[in-house]
């Protein structure tokens, strides 16, 4: 069964103090660090692997969460 999007909304933010859009970036963004050790794929594919709209959008937001750039 699947709950209203504002009962959900609400489940967050009473458990997990953030919104569910924050959950989700912060888990895609997490992601990102582990393709960024491998190595293996540029900024701009895990970028986009992520689900990130551009380069720009994610490195902002990587640095707004971890303090330094995803080339770093």
Avoid: N, W
Avoid at 13 to 20: G, N, T, V
Avoid at 23 to 46: A, F, N, Q, Y
């Amino acid at each position: 069964m699947l709950f209203p999007r504002k009962y959900r909304a609400k489940l967050f933010d009473e458990h997990l103090k953030i919104p569910p859009g924050q959950d989700i970036t912060k888990i895609r963004l997490e992601e990102s660090k582990v393709l960024l050790r491998g190595g293996k794929i540029t900024i701009g594919e895990i970028a986009k692997k992520c689900g990130f709209s551009s380069i720009q959008q994610y490195s902002r937001r990587f640095r707004q969460t971890f303090g330094i750039s995803p080339s770093e």
